[in-house]
């Protein structure tokens, strides 16, 4: 039994409309994601072209978002979300368009995923931004971060089921249509919530000189640096699952899509499984720990995968990489949150979105170029044997824990706050 107080977060109005719209939207996210990958293949039967569509599609998550970071800040998170989905709205209805016009193409794809990665490099850190402004910065906050992953990762489920059905018995561009009404949902929500006046940030400088602050700021914060370093490593050879996932599930298991929402369904309920532990948390001590463990457990889950070869099998497996990819994202955001300054909020999510989505692309294109050479099974032990890597690489370079209850794995938001401005500014003026 789940206890009451991992949904505590519930307690806000706005947390609940907020979870309620985004719950709709991103389960038609998922059927989008689900059916791009397989529209994509049918068109082109290739693993390459599905690794460029990813690369495109999360590549402005790598380069922009430390921009973003920088504007997110000094702005109202509020009405920012409000203009980043109604343009995820339109991306969704222009390729609805495109597909059930009969007239798609693969670079059509590929230029829509790529809009719709610039608009997620705002919209992304915007979203983890807003959530204390939601529910507040204590204990209610690292309960929302949960809440947030479960709803997720329950779409993650959700989604992939619906996209397979609608895919049976019509065609991708009706998952795309879908998608385009489920974001109605979430500005629905954004417009009814009642938000108290958020302070006034005074710019202290252009936003070059924010941006620089708030990359000197994680660099210099050990703890922030070192959980940064692995997620991005991390999430840059675990792309290589969903990548190959399409090409496993076609000519691996000699599936069809059903087969493949299958497969995406299984790693959603295994994540959606870590969600709600991180939820029933009372506290954040001791999780650096979990997030040691996640890597190891991923890899093995990861390249036991490559060697199933029959559905159930797989489906298992799937569920045992998904409880621990969503354990490490989840995981370090919540440490992140739970810690920083809120003033360097903005920034240091958009690094966070950097490490987790702007990375992506990179693993998932290269993991694209190794299929097409050496085969999706083998690509994906090889990008196993990458996650025990990085896995290594947090646990040697793991700062020491603090005695105070609260900083155990992250030391405080304020560490050397001081020094890291003036720094900043430092570098800033140079380099004006």
């Known amino acids: 039994m789940i206890p009451a107080s991992s949904f505590r977060a519930l307690g806000h ?11 709709v939207s991103i389960t038609g996210t998922w059927m989008q994601q689900v059916a791009m990958a397989w529209l994509v293949f049918q068109l082109t039967g290739s693993a390459l072209w599905l690794g460029v569509v ?24 509020h009405r920012l979300l409000l203009v980043t989905q109604t343009l995820a709205l339109t991306q969704a209805f222009a390729l609805a ?32 931004s807003f959530l204390s402004e939601l529910v507040g910065k204590g204990q209610d906050l690292a309960n929302a971060i949960a809440i947030n992953s479960s709803v997720f990762n329950g779409a993650r489920l959700v989604g992939p089921a619906l996209a397979g059905l609608v895919l049976f018995w019509t065609n991708p561009g009706i998952c795309f249509l879908i998608n385009g009404f489920s974001y109605m949902a979430v500005l ?20 070059l000189g924010r941006v620089c602050e708030g990359l000197v700021y994680a660099w210099k914060t050990a703890s922030i640096r070192s959980l940064l370093v692995l997620i991005g490593l991390f999430n840059m ?18 599936g069809n899509a059903s087969t493949l929402a299958a497969l995406s369904a299984a790693a959603g309920a295994g994540a959606f499984a870590a969600a ?7 506290s954040i001590v001791g999780l650096s720990r979990w997030l040691a463990a996640a890597p190891v457990l991923f890899a093995l889950g990861l390249i036991a995968f490559s060697f199933a070869g029959v559905l159930w099998a797989s489906i298992l497996l799937l569920i045992t990489t998904g409880f621990s990819l969503l354990l490490m994202t989840a995981g370090a955001n919540t440490l992140l949150q739970t810690t920083v300054a809120d003033d360097k909020r903005g920034r240091i999510m958009s690094l966070y979105t ?23 099974l083998l690509t ?10 990085s896995s290594a690489l947090f646990v040697l370079r793991r700062t020491p824990h603090a005695s105070t209850p609260g900083q155990s794995d992250l030391v405080p938001a304020a560490y050397g706050e001081r020094k890291i401005v003036f720094t900043a500014a430092g570098l800033c003026r140079k380099a004006g």
Not at 54 to 77: E, M, W
Not at 189 to 198: C, D, E, I, Q, S
Not at 277 to 282: K, M, P, Q, V
């Open 13 to 23: 109005r706005n947390f609940r409309l907020y979870i309620a719209g985004q719950g």
């Open 276 to 282: 709600v532990l991180l939820a029933s948390r009372r």
């Open 54 to 77: 990813g690369f495109a599609g999360q590549i402005p998550a790598l380069l922009l978002t430390p921009l973003a970071g920088g504007v997110i800040d000094r702005s109202n998170r």
């Open 354 to 376: 950097m490490a987790v989505t702007g990375l992506s692309p990179v693993g998932g294109l290269l993991a694209g170029l190794l299929a097409n050479h050496l085969g999706a």
């Open 97 to 128: 368009l495109l597909t059930l016009s009969g007239v798609v193409a693969a670079w059509q794809i590929v230029t829509l995923a790529l809009f719709l990665g610039i608009i997620n490099a705002l919209d992304i850190p915007t979203r983890q």
């Open 188 to 207: 629905a929500a954004l417009l009814a919530m009642k938000l108290p006046p958020r302070p006034s940030v005074v710019s202290t400088g252009a936003l």
């Open 237 to 254: 050879a675990g792309m290589a699952e969903l990548t190959l996932l399409p090409v496993v599930a076609k000519k691996d298991l000699h």
């Open 380 to 389: 994906l032990r090889l990008a196993g044997l990458a996650c025990l890597g």
